[in-house]
C-alpha cells in the first residue's frame, strides 16, 4: 500500500485522472477537425458528449479535493487526540511524583524512635513540622482531576482526608502535648504514637493513588 503524504493523492487517483484527461483532450482535438461528428454521429451530440466527459472530470476532481480534505481533517483530530493523550499520562506521572511527599513522612518521624537517648518536645515538633511544610504545597487543581476516572478520584479522596487529618494533629501537636513538655520523649509518648499512626495511614492512602495512577497510565495509549 502507497503511502501518500498529506496534500498529495494517491498514485491511483492520479493515474485514473490522467486517464480521463487525454480521453478529453482527445476528444477535443477529434472535434477541431472534424473527426469528432464522424465518430458519434449516430450515437449524439458531439457537444452533450464533451460536456458529459467534462463534468466527469470536474467531479472526480471535487471528489479527490473533498477526499484530501476529509483525509487531512483525520490526521488533525488523531495529532490531537494524540496530544490530549500524552498531557494526560504527562499529569499523571507529576501526580505520582507530587504524591511522593506524603510517603515521605513517617519515613522521618519512625527515625525518631531509633535514638538512643530522648527525643525531647523541641526536636520531636520541628521534624513533624518539616513533614508538614512538605505537605503545605500538596495541591489537586481541577486540571488533574480531570484525568481521573472515578476509582481513582475516590483513592484521591481517601488520601486528601488523611492528609487533612494528619496536618490538624501537627497543628494541635503542642497542646496535646500540654504540661508533658518538661518530660516528652517522642519514644513513648502516646500523642507522638498518634501522629505517627495518622503518617503510616497517610502513607497508605498515597500509595493505594499511586497505583491508580499507574493503572491510568498504562491503560491510556501513547
Known sequence: MDTVPEGFISRRDAAIAAVIAVFFGAGVALFA??????????????????????????????????????????????ETERRDRNAIRTRLMDMRFRVATATGVRGGLKRLLESETPVNFVTTKAVIQVGDDSLSELQWPESDRRCLDEHALRALASLTSEVSTFRSTVLLFAELVGSDRETFDARSHPVFETVLEYAENMELAAAEFVSECDRIHRATPK
Do not use: C, M, S
Open 33 to 78: 477537425v472534424g473527426w469528432f461528428q464522424v465518430v458519434f454521429n449516430e450515437q449524439g451530440n458531439p457537444a452533450d458528449w464533451l460536456a458529459a466527459i467534462g463534468t466527469w472530470v470536474i467531479g472526480y476532481g471535487a471528489w479527490g479535493v473533498a477526499r484530501e480534505a476529509h483525509l487531512h481533517r483525520k490526521q488533525e483530530l488523531y
